[in-house]
């Protein structure tokens, strides 16, 4: 099964995933673009899923991770990322990223 990935848009029109990879260096920007390829493949192997989100883990460098969630069966929202050492930070803004998306989400559902 093939996924639709996406990028977390917050109100503004901004996204918290594209300031996180448009600041990494290009060996890592390669490594996060393959990852980004395998999920829209339907490989979620490496990603291990808690509290609502998932951190696929990539064993290159400072141990880096992408944060996502999923949006139905076949939508994969990204969140944004991080390393191993800024990981427990990383974790709590994505949760509440995703709060905030579901929480919009819910409310364009009620009005309409």
């Given at each position: 099964m093939t996924h639709q990935v996406q990028e977390l848009l917050l109100e503004d029109g901004s996204s918290?995933?594209?300031d996180w990879f448009n600041a990494l260096p290009i060996d890592?920007?390669?490594?996060i673009t393959?990852?980004?390829?395998?999920m829209q493949q339907g490989n979620l192997s490496n990603v291990f899923w808690f509290r609502g989100i998932g951190e696929y883990k990539i064993n290159h460098g400072a141990g880096w991770r992408i944060y996502l969630a999923r949006d139905g069966l076949q939508i994969?929202?990204?969140l944004g990322g991080g390393s191993k050492r800024?990981?427990?930070?990383d974790i709590e803004h994505a949760i509440t990223l995703w709060g905030s998306y579901k929480t919009r989400k819910s409310k364009k559902t009620k009005k309409q």
């Open positions: 918290p995933y594209a890592v920007a390669i490594k393959v990852a980004k390829v395998r994969i929202i990204l800024t990981q427990q930070r």
